[in-house]
């Protein structure tokens, strides 16, 4: 296990343990941890680092009424830790990066670890930070805001899997519908947070946008997780979070420009390069996102052409058709 995701494991409880109406369990960080930072640990992990926390003087008490942790004192702060220039260069691209973030309700609690991780800096790493950093940009997708207490809602409802009612504005209507919930998983997607969840009046798995639910409550009911529940099924990694779409072996061929930069970065992690003798190229992968793959494919205009599958390369040439209509 590396330093650097220990300090991550660190930081992360340290900022759970300092929100008063958290309180979470071993299992409520491990969750946590996965869903925020991608880290799969064990409950037993995180009780030695609870452990090791008192050890350098934490003051963590468990709320055997609240069923979690908390610090009895908000003013202990955690030692400084020990990092190198290039560390320290990670920790402010990070810190740069977190502006992308700024409507998202993940943004405080993020400036707050940034904060306080910097402020533990030792007086041993004299570089300075802001020369260090001056040279670096960081441009990112726009993010939608998010109101902080649909937020606060939902992550509990996440963390201690109960049911939320939530009134949803969908696209293209005036007002928003009540439908309840069961949230299983959020996602971050160029700039927007979509929720996984099951709906009680659908009965399926539904995903929402998150800046689409203008009111969230918190009810008495817990759940369980579906039973064969697979994140796979609803999103792909390299393209996208929409539901509905099944999943198809993609081929398209490139050219000019768009065949020279394609293989230069892998853009699903199951694509096939396939070269041509005429200096084309084929991209082959299976995605469940075929309205993501046809918008990527119109960023390259028009050295880039769908082969299959044929629903999809139809789908391609009536929307390109409509765009050059409005360009005649």
Not at 54 to 78: F, K, M, N, V
Not at 209 to 217: E, H, M, N, S
Not at 266 to 289: A, K, P, S
Request: charged share 30%; net charge neutral; hydrophobic share 35%.
């Amino acid at each position: 296990m590396s330093y650097r995701a220990i300090a991550t494991r660190i930081a992360y409880i340290d900022a759970r343990l300092r929100h008063r109406k958290d309180y979470p369990s071993a299992k409520d960080i491990v969750r946590g941890l996965e869903e925020n930072h991608g880290e799969v640990v064990s409950k037993r992990t995180i009780e030695r680092d609870l452990d090791k926390m008192r050890d350098r003087g934490a003051p963590i008490e468990y709320d055997p009424h609240r069923h979690g942790y908390c610090y009895t004192d908000l003013s202990w702060q955690l030692p400084a830790i020990d990092l190198t220039e290039g560390d320290l260069m990670a920790l402010m691209v990070g810190d740069r990066a977190l502006a992308g973030y700024r409507n998202s309700p993940w943004y405080e609690e993020l400036r707050s670890v940034f904060e306080r991780l910097t402020n533990a800096l030792p007086d041993k790493v004299t570089v300075n930070s802001e020369d260090l950093i001056a040279h670096v940009s960081v441009i990112s997708d726009p993010v939608t805001r998010i109101d902080k207490e649909v937020w606060s809602v939902v992550r509990e409802g996440l963390y201690k899997q109960r049911t939320i009612a939530i009134h949803y504005k969908a696209p293209g209507h005036d007002d928003p519908v009540i439908r309840i919930i069961d949230p299983l998983h959020l996602v971050g997607h160029r700039g927007e947070w979509y929720l996984l969840c099951w709906s009680h009046h659908h009965e399926e798995v539904r995903i929402y946008a998150l800046f689409r639910i203008k009111q969230a409550t918190l009810r008495r009911e817990t759940f369980t997780r579906p039973e064969g529940f697979s994140l796979e099924a609803y999103i792909d990694p390299s393209f996208g979070v929409f539901v509905n779409e099944d999943a198809v072996d993609v081929a398209i061929r490139f050219d000019g420009e768009a065949a020279t930069k394609i293989p230069e970065r892998r853009w699903h992690y199951d694509q096939e390069v396939e070269r041509l003798g005429d200096g084309g190229i084929i991209v082959r992968f299976r995605t469940n996102q075929q309205s993501q793959v046809l918008f990527w494919v119109s960023q390259w205009g028009p050295n880039a052409e769908i082969l299959g599958p044929p629903e999809l390369r139809k789908r391609a040439k009536a929307w390109f058709a409509g765009v050059a209509g409005r360009y005649r």
